[in-house]
């Protein structure tokens, strides 16, 4: 080929690094995988079974571009009810096709070339890259392990400059596990509404919070005009396979991410919208059960970190800790390929989460604890072999 056909902006964008490390460990034996942030356990099956039904029936063609709308009014309800935040069914709910859908088409929608985007680190490795994609410039701020991996409203103003358009918040944090409080939140809001910024919140983990449901930030007083929420059914419900996210906002906003939405996917599934309907009818007790579990192994995996020297703070929600492993000399990515190398133990190397993630090693905690009890104790001998320090 006598010349690159590649658009600029894709040529130098980076493959997921968490992908890389899932990749090789596929093609080993005897690999247990703490990297990809997936639970687990398997859809409920009156979720499966609903879908199924609706095939029987015949829903098998389009729905309207911004999903059923009877899915639209139970996650309406669904909001309300859950985290205290009301939206119109009818023009302020879009069913997308996963959150990650939702979140490239809401920085597509509010973007302008060159706007500036604040990204609070660290962060799901797909935040920067989108912002680019869109033609935004990613501004990062650091959270750090200090203050539990919260950032605080002083570092997202002294990042604040004439070109910031909006900044990206994810609670339950993924990678770190963080929650901010209501308080934490308001504190925030004070700095978004001074500066008139919009808050993409990623909200996907919201319903795995170990002290009480996460607070929505749309539903702290005076951002709802402010703030585009991003969630789905992937984490919750078990439903990473199903594709079905949404995303929620005020009806100019919502109503421009629909135009997007409709010449790019036209909707999502319509099996998997048939199944989310169950999900949020009837899946609330699968959802107690099932963080039940993993705030179990969050426990055992935080005690066994700690107790081999690996620094790891009490994470309040999703299903990832993140412990330092600055003590043993590696950096995140040596750490990584030597420990599934030796120990056929796949984890991801903090510094794809953003460069504050240097130092650190991102591990899922959603297999059972048969598997987490293993690889804790091949992490603490890799630890006792191979310190540098």
């Given at each position: 080929?006598?010349?690159?056909?590649?658009?600029?902006?894709v040529?130098?964008?980076?493959?997921?690094?968490?992908?890389?490390?899932?990749?090789?460990?596929?093609?080993?034996?005897?690999?247990?995988?703490?990297?990809?942030?997936?639970?687990?356990?398997?859809?409920?099956?009156?979720?499966?079974?609903?879908?199924?039904?609706?095939?029987?029936?015949?829903?098998?063609?389009?729905?309207?571009?911004?999903?059923?709308?009877?899915?639209?009014?139970?996650?309406?309800?669904?909001?309300?009810?859950?985290?205290?935040?009301?939206y119109?069914?009818?023009?302020?709910?879009?069913?997308?096709?996963?959150?990650?859908?939702?979140?490239?088409?809401?920085?597509?929608?509010?973007?302008?070339?060159?706007?500036?985007?604040?990204?609070?680190e660290?962060?799901?490795?797909?935040?920067?890259?989108?912002?680019?994609?869109?033609?935004?410039?990613?501004?990062?701020?650091?959270?750090?392990?200090?203050?539990?991996?919260?950032?605080?409203?002083?570092?997202?103003?002294?990042?604040?400059?004439?070109?910031?358009?909006?900044?990206?918040?994810?609670?339950?944090?993924?990678?770190?596990?963080?929650?901010?409080?209501?308080?934490?939140?308001?504190?925030?809001?004070?700095?978004?509404e001074?500066?008139?910024?919009?808050?993409?919140?990623?909200?996907?983990y919201?319903?795995?919070?170990?002290?009480?449901?996460?607070?929505?930030?749309?539903?702290?007083?005076?951002?709802?005009?402010?703030?585009?929420?991003?969630?789905?059914?992937?984490?919750?419900?078990?439903?990473?396979?199903?594709?079905?996210?949404?995303?929620?906002?005020?009806?100019e906003?919502?109503?421009a991410?629909?135009?997007i939405?409709?010449?790019?996917i036209?909707?999502?599934?319509?099996?998997?919208?048939?199944?989310?309907?169950?999900?949020?009818?009837?899946?609330?007790?699968?959802?107690?059960?099932?963080?039940?579990?993993?705030?179990?192994?969050?426990?055992?995996?935080?005690?066994?970190?700690?107790?081999?020297?690996?620094s790891?703070?009490?994470?309040?929600?999703?299903?990832?800790?993140?412990?330092?492993?600055?003590?043993?000399?590696y950096?995140?990515?040596e750490?990584?390929?030597?420990?599934?190398?030796?120990?056929?133990?796949?984890?991801?190397?903090?510094?794809?989460?953003?460069?504050?993630?240097?130092?650190?090693?991102?591990?899922?905690?959603?297999?059972?604890?048969?598997?987490?009890?293993?690889?804790?104790?091949?992490?603490?001998?890799?630890?006792?072999?191979?310190?540098?320090?």
């Amino acid at each position: 080929m006598s010349k690159s056909y590649l658009a600029e902006h894709v040529k130098g964008l980076q493959p997921s690094g968490i992908r890389k490390f899932f990749d090789l460990a596929s093609k080993m034996d005897n690999v247990i995988s703490l990297g990809v942030g997936e639970p687990d356990f398997v859809t409920p099956w009156n979720v499966i079974e609903a879908s199924y039904h609706s095939l029987e029936q015949g829903y098998t063609a389009y729905t309207a571009n911004a999903g059923l709308l009877e899915l639209r009014e139970e996650i309406s309800k669904y909001l309300e009810e859950t985290f205290s935040v009301s939206y119109n069914p009818e023009d302020q709910i879009l069913v997308t096709v996963g959150a990650s859908q939702a979140i490239d088409v809401a920085l597509r929608t509010i973007v302008n070339r060159g706007d500036e985007v604040i990204v609070v680190e660290p962060c799901f490795v797909s935040y920067g890259p989108a912002i680019e994609l869109a033609g935004g410039v990613p501004v990062s701020v650091s959270a750090t392990a200090e203050n539990e991996f919260k950032v605080t409203p002083q570092q997202i103003e002294s990042a604040i400059t004439p070109k910031t358009k909006a900044i990206v918040i994810c609670s339950p944090n993924n990678p770190t596990g963080a929650v901010l409080s209501k308080e934490e939140l308001t504190a925030i809001a004070t700095v978004v509404e001074k500066h008139d910024l919009v808050v993409l919140s990623d909200e996907i983990y919201a319903e795995l919070a170990y002290d009480g449901p996460a607070t929505s930030f749309a539903s702290i007083e005076g951002m709802k005009e402010h703030t585009i929420v991003l969630s789905g059914f992937s984490k919750s419900f078990a439903m990473t396979g199903w594709r079905l996210g949404f995303a929620t906002g005020p009806t100019e906003i919502m109503q421009a991410m629909t135009k997007i939405h409709q010449y790019t996917i036209m909707c999502a599934p319509t099996m998997a919208q048939h199944g989310a309907l169950e999900a949020l009818r009837n899946g609330n007790d699968s959802v107690r059960e099932m963080k039940t579990s993993y705030q179990q192994r969050r426990n055992f995996v935080v005690k066994a970190l700690n107790e081999m020297g690996l620094s790891c703070h009490l994470p309040g929600g999703a299903f990832y800790v993140f412990p330092s492993i600055k003590a043993t000399g590696y950096s995140s990515e040596e750490f990584a390929q030597k420990l599934l190398e030796e120990e056929r133990v796949a984890v991801v190397p903090g510094h794809v989460f953003g460069e504050s993630g240097e130092g650190y090693i991102r591990c899922s905690y959603a297999t059972s604890i048969k598997q987490l009890d293993e690889a804790m104790k091949r992490i603490s001998r890799f630890v006792k072999q191979n310190s540098k320090v």
